[in-house]
């Protein structure tokens, strides 16, 4: 399968399964991620997902520059404007946390859709860079936009100018990635994680993520008022009244997303 998708409870696991080319995108697998990451999104009975890549050296290398590439300048240059929504997602406005288990380099595009997700889980032999003016073009899958928003700017700017990679290290010193993890045991340690969230009240999660999201493109008030907004909004469903009952109750709530 071009995309592989695994469910683990609540969890969606989804690896990008082309090693033999460095787990880059082709339109064939881009559009294949596309699917599984909307899938994955209307799915009430999914909450997280993980994004992998298969092997021990690569995340993903990004897009394919034999084929993906090729095509999309072609359209561009005979005066087309086609829509660049790398993997399927990165353009896409979602609802539910997705975690990047970097088990590698994850470079260019790849290094995009590990930005795109909400929290990033690397192993040793990582390594992340915007290589796209390399090739003499720019990152356009939100490597811009979200690099410089994850890490100081000075540091944003000199990997996508020069298109060089951090390795796992630095990433992790400067907040890129959360934590380093042994590579055998990164999947199972991002599936856990996933699994810890996914058991949290699933409506206050994605009101969370929406506010941290929301809030770090205004300005404080604003923020502040979208916060209490959608404070209010989660303290009128059931699961919030369920949330308190549980804890009086000592016992672990059932939350039903309502």
Excluded at 205 to 231: C, K, P, Q, Y
């Amino acid at each position: 399968m071009p995309i592989d998708v695994r469910c683990e409870g609540a969890v969606a696991v989804i690896t990008i399964d082309r090693p033999e080319a460095r787990n880059s995108l082709d339109p064939e697998h881009n559009a294949a991620l596309g699917r599984a990451v909307a899938e994955f999104e209307a799915d009430d009975g999914l909450r997280v997902a993980v994004l992998t890549g298969a092997g021990d050296e690569v995340f993903s290398a990004g897009a394919d520059l034999k084929k993906l590439i090729p095509a999309y300048r072609d359209a561009v240059r005979a005066g087309e404007e086609p829509a660049w929504n790398f993997g399927g997602f990165t353009a896409t406005p979602r609802e539910k946390p997705m975690i990047a288990a970097i088990n590698g380099h994850a470079l260019a595009g790849g290094l995009e859709m590990a930005l795109a997700c909400d929290i990033r889980l690397a192993s040793p032999n990582a390594t992340l860079g915007l290589a796209e003016t390399k090739w003499a073009i720019i990152p356009g899958a939100g490597g811009t936009v979200r690099l410089p928003r994850a890490v100081p700017l000075g540091l944003a700017m000199e990997m996508i100018l020069t298109g060089d990679p951090i390795d796992a290290a630095e990433a992790h010193r400067v907040g890129l990635v959360n934590r380093i993890v042994p590579l055998p045991e990164l999947r199972a340690e991002a599936v856990a994680l996933a699994q810890r969230i996914a058991g949290r009240g699933p409506l206050a999660v994605r009101a969370a993520r929406a506010s941290v999201l929301e809030g770090l493109g205004t300005d404080h008030d604003a923020a502040m008022a979208g916060e209490f907004r959608r404070f209010l909004e989660v303290m009128r469903t059931d699961d919030a009244v369920e949330g308190a009952t549980a804890f009086a109750e000592k016992r672990a709530p059932v939350y039903k997303g309502r």
